[in-house]
């Protein structure tokens, strides 16, 4: 999906749902070889749809949205049929057939449950540390690290067609579904269905199951094997369904784009969709670095961009004391636990996999576990172990607390990106903290102080 929005690449489970997509060149195809030779693992089988209904807690959502209320939920849940009813007639005009839709969406009830998801996404929930500690584990070093040996000429060839680093591809594929092994069990149709109708991102989601029907229509996924994540994302690299019409490409050369039973398919639309959203060939997603003493934390800001040279200018050194291989690359300080936490120089194809989520967790552990494959150890600097993630509420709070103080959040969403981060560090300025932006429990504690 290109540029969605922060809260919609959303995670089935523990794990994380991603957008894909692509139109294939000519010059992308593979040789006949690819076709004969790379079949899916069986790591990658499609799971047995579930379409029981999940228990609902019956609870309001934490977003605090009017549309995720108890009443509103069960209001609009009771309209559900209505709903995909007023939905024909953008489906017919974007191809479906009369008959398709009727059996697509014959017997669709609404999968209640997806509603105690909607708010609490792990990439925005969990501490970085035990965000990297399930994603970023032995297990999926010594899996991915498997997968590269097994399908090496394979990813070669994507590798040639799109310029996108191999490692980086099989990270995906593991973050996103521990190789095919946890993509989701719900029927995407009506998981999109669903949130087409129920809950505080409608317009979004309608989208997305009107895309999920042409799918169906144009015979690319089979309706039995579309099945993923409580949010619609579907097959090893967890493709939302317009990111698929997008971005997917047949690079097995079967006449399907077939991101769920293709290993072919699905690495190269992954590696299209990067391209396309400024992968920048042969650079890095970013450094591990270490910080002088009495550094200015004021620098450490997505804004701040200088060259690697420059940064190198102000004291700081790689990890390890590595050379930096580009040191004319742009980059800025990411400080994802604040100054008691590692530090990362972030280069531009760090930005390019917020595009294809825009978590800065997630993006951060596809760059480590890429690392790791690729044989590098784990990061040098400790993590502060003892802090706890702040909850949602919490973190609603924190982001109302900083707003009425007149600080610059945005409107509360619950998300501690940059512009959260920005406000937290010019609230420790002027009460005397070292200015890290980190949204610790401390930082609320003396918000909460008159």
Same mark, same amino acid.
């Given at each position: 999906?290109?540029?969605?929005?922060?809260?919609?690449?959303?995670?089935?489970?523990?794990?994380?749902?991603?957008?894909?997509?692509?139109?294939?060149?000519?010059?992308?195809?593979?040789?006949?070889?690819?076709?004969r030779m790379?079949?899916?693992?069986?790591?990658?089988?499609?799971?047995?749809?579930?379409?029981?209904?999940?228990?609902?807690?019956?609870?309001?959502?934490?977003?605090?949205?009017?549309?995720?209320?108890?009443?509103?939920?069960?209001?609009?849940?009771?309209?559900?049929?209505?709903?995909?009813?007023?939905?024909?007639?953008?489906?017919?005009?974007?191809?479906?057939?009369?008959?398709?839709?009727?059996?697509?969406?014959?017997?669709l009830?609404?999968?209640?449950?997806?509603?105690?998801?909607?708010?609490?996404?792990?990439?925005?929930?969990?501490?970085?540390?035990?965000?990297?500690?399930l994603?970023?584990?032995?297990?999926?070093?010594a899996?991915?690290?498997?997968?590269?040996?097994?399908?090496?000429?394979?990813?070669?060839?994507?590798?040639?067609?799109?310029?996108?680093?191999?490692?980086?591809?099989?990270?995906?594929?593991?973050?996103?579904?521990?190789?095919?092994?946890m993509?989701?069990?719900?029927?995407?149709?009506?998981? $999109?269905?669903?949130?087409?109708?129920?809950?505080?991102?409608?317009?979004?989601?309608?989208?997305?199951?009107?895309?999920?029907?042409?799918?169906?229509?144009?015979?690319?996924v089979?309706?039995?094997?579309?099945?993923?994540?409580?949010?619609?994302?579907?097959?090893?690299?967890?493709?939302?369904?317009?990111?698929?019409k997008?971005?997917?490409?047949?690079?097995?050369?079967?006449?399907?784009?077939?991101?769920?039973?293709s290993?072919?398919?699905?690495?190269?639309?992954?590696?299209?969709?990067?391209?396309m959203?400024?992968?920048?060939?042969?650079?890095?997603?970013?450094?591990?670095?270490?910080?002088?003493?009495?550094?200015?934390?004021?620098?450490?800001?997505?804004?701040?961009?200088?060259?690697?040279?420059?940064?190198?200018?102000?004291?700081?050194?790689?990890?390890?004391?590595?050379?930096?291989?580009?040191p004319?690359?742009?980059?800025?300080?990411?400080?994802?636990?604040?100054?008691?936490?590692?530090?990362?120089?972030?280069?531009?194809?760090?930005?390019?996999?917020?595009?294809?989520?825009?978590?800065?967790?997630?993006?951060?552990?596809?760059?480590?576990?890429?690392?790791?494959?690729?044989?590098?150890?784990?990061?040098?600097?400790?993590?502060?172990?003892?802090?706890?993630?702040?909850?949602?509420?919490?973190?609603?709070?924190?982001?109302?607390?900083l707003?009425?103080?007149?600080y610059?959040?945005?409107?509360?969403?619950?998300?501690?990106?940059?512009?959260?981060?920005?406000?937290?560090?010019?609230?420790?300025?002027? $009460?005397?903290q070292?200015?890290?932006?980190?949204?610790?429990?401390?930082?609320?504690?003396?918000?909460?102080?008159?």
């Open positions: 999906m290109v540029n969605p929005p922060t809260i919609l690449r959303l995670a089935a489970a523990s794990l994380i749902v991603v957008g894909l997509a692509g139109a294939a060149r000519a010059q992308d195809k593979p040789d006949n070889w690819l076709m790379f079949q899916p693992p069986a790591t990658g089988s499609v799971p047995a749809p579930d379409t029981g209904d999940r228990e609902w807690s019956g609870q309001s959502g934490a977003s605090g949205s009017p549309l995720m209320t108890a009443d509103a939920i069960r209001a609009a849940a009771a309209a559900f049929g209505d709903c995909l009813a007023a939905l024909w007639p953008q489906a017919e005009r974007r191809g479906v057939t009369r008959a398709n839709f009727e059996r697509f969406t014959a017997g009830t609404p999968d209640l449950g997806i509603m105690d998801l909607l708010d609490a996404q792990p990439e925005f929930t969990k501490s970085t540390w035990d965000y990297l500690d994603l970023v584990s032995d297990e999926r070093i899996r991915g690290r498997e997968l590269l040996t097994h399908y090496a000429p394979l990813f070669a060839a994507v590798e040639r067609a799109y310029g996108v680093d191999r490692h980086i591809l099989a990270a995906i594929w593991g973050v996103e579904s521990n190789y095919g092994t993509g989701g069990d719900r029927p995407v149709v009506r998981s $999109t269905a669903t949130l087409a109708c129920v809950g505080r991102r409608r317009d979004y989601f309608r989208e997305e199951f009107l895309s999920a029907l042409e799918i169906l229509q144009h015979g690319d089979a309706p039995e094997h579309l099945i993923g994540s409580w949010a619609g994302a579907f097959g090893p690299t967890q493709f939302m369904p317009t990111s698929f997008r971005y997917a490409v047949d690079f097995d050369g079967d006449g399907r784009r077939d991101v769920v039973d290993v072919a398919d699905l690495l190269a639309s992954t590696a299209n969709n990067l391209k959203d400024g992968w920048a060939r042969g650079q890095s997603w970013g450094y591990e670095v270490v910080l002088p003493q009495k550094f200015d934390y004021l620098l450490a800001d997505p804004a701040r961009q200088m060259t690697v040279r420059q940064w190198q200018a102000l004291g700081v050194r790689r990890a390890a004391d590595k050379p930096f291989p580009r004319s690359d742009r980059a800025y300080l990411f400080l994802p636990a604040g100054a008691r936490g590692p530090a990362f120089l972030m280069l531009r194809n760090f930005r390019v996999i917020m595009k294809y989520n825009p978590a800065e967790a997630y993006a951060l552990a596809i760059g480590r576990l890429a690392d790791r494959l690729r044989g590098d150890g784990p990061l040098l600097h400790g993590w502060p172990r003892e802090e706890r993630a702040l909850t949602v509420a919490e973190r609603y709070e924190l982001q109302r607390l707003a009425h103080r007149g610059d959040v945005g409107e509360p969403d619950g998300l501690l990106g940059p512009r959260t981060r920005g406000a937290v560090r010019n609230f420790q300025v002027a $009460t005397g070292i200015p890290d932006g980190f949204a610790s429990i401390s930082v609320l504690d003396r918000l909460r102080q008159p």
